[in-house]
């Protein structure tokens, strides 16, 4: 038991080193925390449910030498991040920007169920009961009953 800790310890240890290559990293380590910081916030166009940071693709190597360059050359978090949404659109990012786009994207759902319901609610309240048989509905139903019975 004790085995299979030691060698799952080991291969988590050699998959973190495979994911952060040393020879990448920024010099100043302020501007690498940075970089990290922007990497968890960036959707991998590849895999596209990772961030860069999980990713092992070409296109997420790639992206992280842009941010890497990008904190070098002393650009802000929001500067890097919109040179990203206007090279490869506002997908990239894996929390997007509050925009009426974005509010209309994910509230419309909700709105469409709350007018559904109150277009139900509407109806079922406007309904008309149904009319009462006549004397000749009674008078002929009446009679088809007792033809029935033996």
């Known amino acids: 038991m004790r085995l299979r800790a030691a060698l799952a310890a080991l291969a988590g240890v050699f998959c973190l080193a495979a994911a952060s290559d040393p020879a990448e990293r ?9 970089a990290r910081a922007i990497f968890r916030d960036v959707r991998c166009l590849v895999c596209q449910n990772e ?9 997420a190597h ?36 509050w925009s009426a786009g974005n509010l209309a994207l994910w509230g419309g759902p909700f ?15 406007n309904r008309t009961p149904e009319a009462e048989l006549t004397d000749v509905e009674l008078e002929r139903l009446s009679s088809i009953s007792k033809d029935e019975t033996p």
Do not use: M
């Not at 940071?53 to 296109?59: I, M, R, T």
């Not at 709105?111 to 309240?125: H, K, N, S």
């Open 26 to 34: 920024l010099p100043d380590p302020g501007q690498e925390a940075q």
């Open 111 to 125: 709105l469409v169920l709350i007018l559904g319901a109150a277009l139900l609610f509407a109806r079922l309240r």
């Open 62 to 97: 790639d992206l992280r030498q842009i941010v890497r360059e990008q904190v070098k050359a002393g650009r802000s978090d929001a500067e890097i991040k919109r040179f990203l949404t206007d090279r490869y659109g506002e997908f990239v990012l894996l929390t997007p920007s």
């Open 51 to 59: 961030s860069i940071d999980d990713s092992e693709a070409e296109l």
